[in-house]
């Protein structure tokens, strides 16, 4: 018996950032992990965590491709998934889990775990907000993805608002896991620079992302910083290691190169 859905939170940017037709989105979707898989050596190890850009298909898709489709060897065991993103909307502090039951996309609902609240209760930086959560869209983006991938799983959705990197990763202590749980981090890099200044200042900080030194990661460095910086600080206190996958922006893609946004793809493990 399916279990009842209470609140369910719908898209908001179908139709802008990533099509709003079932049919399109599924077909745009295959075409991008396609075109990874073909330009992408083959990771031997299942990631505990990938760290993804969240900006509109057309331009940063074919980048969080490079990282999803590492997935697709392992999908049968993963059937949890904590999912980051800076809040662009709305100012608050912590993170911040909906009060929805389940995320919708044109791909169908997502069942969000209804158990992370109480593994999460006690700690003061993490609130339920549904306005957090209403028009975010770097969540959102991440959604058809893992729908696309994954066989069944439940989420655990949380926008990251002012919160310091030593409270993430007292959060992502708590929803850690086993295998079955994925990490995914969602935000993009610098932000409208030229396309060689930009370049620059990525690579310094995908250098820093490799090297697990969250402390090098500046304001203006990356949209996502916050959820970042708490990802790395665990990931350093577990002896994990990072791949850099790919190191692209706007201007590659899909826009000029006077003013662009920079996207990078890394894997966790």
């Not at 992990?33 to 993804?52: F, G, M």
């Not at 999460?120 to 869209?137: F, K, N, R, W």
């Not at 200042?201 to 916050?226: F, H, V, W």
């Not at 665990?234 to 996958?245: E, F, N, P, T, Y």
Request: hydrophobic share 40%; glycine share 6%.
């Amino acid at each position: 018996m399916n279990e009842t859905v209470h609140q369910i939170r719908l898209p908001a940017v179908a139709g802008m950032f990533y099509p709003a037709d079932r049919k399109t989105l599924n077909h745009d979707i295959q075409h991008y992990l396609k075109l990874a898989q073909a330009s992408h050596p083959a990771l031997d190890i299942k990631p505990k965590a990938i760290i993804v850009p969240h900006a509109g298909y057309i331009f940063s898709a074919a980048i969080a491709a490079s990282a999803y489709q590492y997935l697709i060897p392992h999908k049968h065991k993963i059937n949890r998934v904590v999912l980051l993103g800076p809040c662009h909307r709305t100012f608050f502090k912590g993170l911040a889990l909906p009060a929805s039951d389940a995320f919708n996309t044109p791909l169908g609902n997502i069942p969000v775990d209804q158990a992370a609240g109480q593994l999460l209760s006690g700690l003061d930086q993490v609130i339920i907000s549904e306005q957090a959560h209403t028009d975010e869209h770097s969540l959102e983006v991440q959604l058809p993805f893992l729908q696309s991938i994954l066989d069944h799983f439940s989420l655990i959705p949380l926008v990251v608002g002012d919160a310091s990197q030593q409270e993430v990763a007292e959060v992502l202590e708590r929803l850690w896991g086993d295998e079955q749980t994925l990490i995914v981090l969602s935000t993009d890099l610098s932000h409208y620079h030229d396309y060689h200044h930009a370049k620059q200042l990525d690579r310094s900080t995908s250098d820093a992302i490799a090297n697990l030194k969250p402390e090098l990661i500046g304001y203006e460095d990356a949209c996502g910083r916050n959820g970042l910086k708490g990802v790395l600080s665990i990931a350093r206190q577990k002896q994990l290691s990072v791949d850099i996958l790919d190191i692209r922006n706007s201007g590659d893609t899909a826009g000029d190169k006077n003013r662009v946004v920079g996207y990078g793809a890394y894997a966790i493990h």
